[in-house]
């Protein structure tokens, strides 16, 4: 399992895909999570602006990334 740091209390999902390096672009953040296919701490999450913290977890394309702060 990947991870990605994170300074703040929280990160949203789209910026967390992008971090991950798991998408090109906010625009392909936007598509795959509207389209369903993110899931985050095993379920699926339709909402760009979902807020993880540390010890939250999300998968695209078989790829699970933890939130550490």
Do not use: P
């Amino acid at each position: 399992m990947n991870s990605i740091k994170i300074k703040d209390e929280f990160i949203k999902l789209g910026q967390a895909l992008k971090l991950a390096g798991l998408v090109d672009s906010g625009l392909e953040a936007k598509e795959v999570i509207q389209n369903g296919e993110v899931k985050v701490n095993g379920e699926t999450d339709t909402r760009r602006g979902r807020k993880l913290m540390n010890g939250d977890t999300f998968t695209y394309r078989d790829q699970t990334v933890k939130v550490e702060a």
